[in-house]
């Protein structure tokens, strides 16, 4: 049987039925404020998943303890934004670099530099559609303008593409082309072809401001054995910083973990189980060990 959808309730309400479903609000001024500003949906539904036991909240679980895993989440999307935002503008230039001077400016729309052309070709039209999109941006109004045949090259062409297009992309390509642009991050292909699929991923939902604590990842990583043998989750956010770990520069990565450490610290309420983490993750996502 289908549920039927809750009624609209103003603030009032909105306190009286957490307060009902075993929740202590001793603030209520406090509580109908941050209601006011975040909405029901995503700061109540989205943090209490980890909060309640058939229905109800566990026993002296407080509003401000979900307040605290949505402030959380929001730093920790902030920082781990910032650190996949440092692989993604690096993967952009070692892959314009290496197309570039193999296939020539334009061998990009060429299907057959790919292995899988049928997707290849529908990358295609996703990468034609994100260049319009963009038409009116100078670099590619100037092309457009002013060079023979209207036509954008590469280097272009990557500075609008989505993270997700160039991740389908680089699936498409070659396997001798994945191996050569994979050396440059020092992981086998099959590994870097998982990671950016997943961290294309991971960067949308930090980007529309989704939620990562506690959540369950769609689009899993890989995991190399050493991970597997420690019963380390590879759908849960846990697996995608080891993996970060690996691909970021050092300097970038030093920064994260630090900013890390700093917002576990602060945030009392966050249980790392909900995040994937296991015994011993200090030293797994420390790269000074």
């Keep these: 049987m289908k549920k039927t959808h809750q009624e609209p309730m103003n603030l009032n309400d909105q306190i009286k039925n957490l307060i009902s479903l075993n929740l202590e609000i001793g603030d209520k001024v406090y509580a109908k404020k941050i209601l006011d500003n975040v909405s029901y949906y995503r700061l109540v539904k989205a943090y209490s ?8 909240y566990i026993d002296g679980t407080s509003f401000e ?11 920790f999307r902030h920082i781990l934004f910032s650190l996949i935002e440092n692989i993604e503008v690096r993967l952009r230039a070692v892959i314009t670099n290496y197309f570039s001077l193999k296939y020539g400016n334009f061998g990009y729309e060429n299907i057959n530099n790919y292995d899988n052309k049928y997707g290849q070709q529908k990358v295609l039209n996703e990468l034609h559609r994100e260049i319009d999109r963009n038409k009116r941006s100078p670099f ?9 045949g209207g036509k954008i090259p590469l280097y272009a062409a990557m500075e609008v593409t989505s993270f997700g297009t160039l991740s389908k992309m680089y699936r498409n390509m070659k396997a001798e082309d994945k191996r050569e642009i994979a050396r440059k991050f020092d992981v086998d292909y099959t590994y870097l072809q998982s990671w950016i699929e997943n961290l294309a991923y991971v960067r949308n939902i930090c980007a529309h401001y989704g939620r990562l604590y506690g959540a369950k990842l769609t689009k899993s990583p890989a995991l190399y054995k050493e991970y597997k043998a420690q019963n380390i989750s590879n759908n849960m956010i846990f697996a995608t910083i080891l993996n970060l770990k ?24 966050v249980d790392l189980k909900n995040l994937g983490f296991v ?8 790269k000074s060990l």
């Excluded at 303890?65 to 730093?75: C, K, P, R």
């Design 49 to 56: 998943i980890t909060l309640k036991k058939d229905g109800k």
């Design 65 to 75: 303890n979900i307040v605290e895993l949505y402030q959380f989440d929001v730093e």
């Design 140 to 148: 590619i109004k100037n092309f457009k303008e002013n060079y023979e």
């Design 246 to 269: 690996i691909l970021a520069d050092e300097a970038y990565y030093e920064e994260f973990y630090n900013r890390l450490l700093e917002i576990i610290k602060k945030y009392k309420s």
């Design 279 to 286: 015994a011993g993750w200090d030293d797994l996502l420390n």
